[in-house]
């Protein structure tokens, strides 16, 4: 488990420009049960969040169709929350850090980590882009 004092800056990025943080497993089930489209960020301390998946998920919020809701857990930090959050991610392995697209509670889009490090935060942005034309 990561230190709630070093991790804050890393879910400050993401919070202050409109994602939504969920630290508890309640949290993640009342967030993911809401109908349309929703992007859940599996936030990490590594450096491919810190300069790819991070970035990248938050330029992709400034393109003209975007997801209804958006949210983060913290691997390493909001354990059980992040495991629940990863049981809506069917048919996927865990994956820290990993960017989520669900329609209607279903998982129909996923960035995993092997699919964000050595990718820049335009690719990762362009990929959500290109699945939030399809689902949003």
């Known amino acids: ?39 859940v960020v599996v936030n990490s301390v590594c450096g491919c969040a810190a300069g790819n998946a991070r970035p990248g998920a938050l330029f992709s919020l400034q393109h003209s169709k975007t997801p209804d809701n958006s949210y983060t857990v913290f691997a390493g930090v909001d354990s059980d929350a992040v495991k629940k959050a ?22 129909v889009f996923m960035l995993e980590r092997k699919d964000i490090e ?8 362009n990929s959500l882009k290109r699945a939030f034309d399809e689902y949003c």
């Open 86 to 107: 990863r049981e809506y991610f069917t048919g996927k392995l865990p994956s820290s850090p990993s960017i989520a697209l669900l329609k209607n509670k279903e998982l």
């Open 118 to 125: 050595g990718h820049s935060p335009d690719e990762v942005s």
């Open 1 to 39: 488990m990561y230190s709630p004092e070093m991790t804050k800056p890393m879910e400050l990025e993401l919070t202050t420009r409109g994602i939504k943080a969920l630290h508890t497993t309640e949290e993640v089930d009342e967030a993911l049960q809401k109908e349309g489209t929703t992007m």
